[in-house]
């Protein structure tokens, strides 16, 4: 099979397939990577939990690793508390690496307002690198974003309304991956280009770019009936869980999409395409108003745009000025093509 994560078929046919026992429905195999998995005693909260995996080779992978787990709890419309993780080191691998690791992973962790509760650690020859799982814990109030009607529930109140829903991004795509490049691979950007890229692009990996914490916030409160965070795959995969989430098409306008001049610059340097690239920092929202949806957002500092919408039916379109294409099944990660061997 690929590296990365494994395809949409695979997964429906030798995993979801596999799983008969479930009592709850809300589970991440709606698209959503966070599960709803019980209800608490008053029968107003859930409790949520999301697992997140890095596995490229990475100086900051707990890091990485919390923002990931952590981004799809506020995603589910949740408020991410504790963080388990689970670390897996190289025989030869020394202590110094463990410790950053966890500074690491604890720093994402206060920015989420979450605590590291726990977790496994050992060390194995099946590894060649830090491998590093975040398993996140939250809980979300009854009268949150996607209490209020189901998938099914939503799409028939669209197609009833002849309507269409306004997809917004905020902030811009490829940020994390952005950032991985330019910490793991400083040398050949500054080979290239003048060090304020490389700066930049360094900048990127700082938490207030990764975190959708206040996005997530303001998009619940402003009408959001979707939200989805980028993460592996970049915008691309992303969208396409978001179509799959919602049970309905798209048109998204490829100009629209928000990217900086940095990544731009970054991931020229090593032929990737920043459109299937690590994109956590950025959150999809599908809402009626997406007008109002931007105005909430930047008035309170938080840069978003509206790059299409989700309609009727199922056809997934990506619009380039005159040229029309389909949005492709979620391809593994350009980071993977770099720092994964």
């Known amino acids: 099979?690929?590296?990365?994560?494994?395809?949409?078929?695979?997964?429906k046919r030798s995993v979801w397939k596999q799983i008969h026992n479930g009592k709850y429905k809300n589970g991440a195999a709606g698209y959503t990577d966070c599960a709803c998995f019980r209800a608490l005693e008053n029968g107003e909260d859930e409790v949520l939990s999301s697992t997140y995996t890095v596995t490229a080779n990475l100086s900051h992978c707990g890091k990485y690793a919390v923002v990931g787990a952590c981004n799809n709890i506020l995603a589910g419309g949740g408020s991410p508390f504790q963080v388990l993780l689970s670390i897996t080191l190289p025989k030869d691998e020394q202590e110094s690496v463990i410790r950053q690791v966890m500074r690491d992973a604890e720093d994402a962790a206060i920015a989420f307002g979450a605590e590291i509760a726990g977790g496994h650690t050992e060390v194995s020859g099946a590894v060649n690198w830090p491998l590093i799982t975040a398993t996140a814990v939250g809980y979300k109030s009854g009268n949150d974003m996607g209490k209020e009607a189901s998938a099914k529930e939503k799409k028939k109140a669209l197609l009833d309304d002849a309507e269409s829903l306004d997809i917004i991004v905020t902030k811009w795509i490829a940020l994390s991956g952005t950032a991985m490049l330019a910490e793991e691979k400083e040398e050949n950007i500054s080979k290239r280009y003048p060090s304020f890229i490389k700066d930049a692009g360094l900048s990127f990996g700082r938490m207030d770019y990764l975190s959708i914490l206040d996005e997530a916030r303001i998009a619940q409160e402003n009408g959001a009936l979707y939200m989805h965070d980028l993460s592996s795959g970049?915008?691309?995969?992303?969208?396409?869980?978001?179509?799959?989430?919602a049970g309905l098409g798209m048109e998204v306008d490829l100009k629209a999409i928000p990217i900086?001049?940095?990544?731009?610059?970054?991931?020229?340097?090593?032929?990737?395409n920043p459109y299937i690239l690590a994109s956590a920092g950025s959150l999809l929202i599908a809402a009626r108003d997406g007008k109002k949806m931007v105005s909430a957002l930047e008035a309170e500092g938080i840069p978003s745009t509206i790059i299409g919408k989700l309609t009727k039916g199922n056809d997934r379109i990506i619009r380039n000025e005159d040229e029309t294409r389909f949005l492709d099944l979620p391809q593994s990660d350009e980071i993977l093509k770099i720092l994964a061997d």
Do not use: P
């Open 260 to 272: 900086r001049q940095e990544t731009v610059e970054i991931t020229d340097v090593f032929d990737v």
């Open 234 to 245: 970049g915008v691309f995969a992303g969208l396409w869980e978001l179509g799959q989430m």
């Open 1 to 11: 099979m690929r590296t990365g994560k494994i395809t949409e078929n695979v997964l």
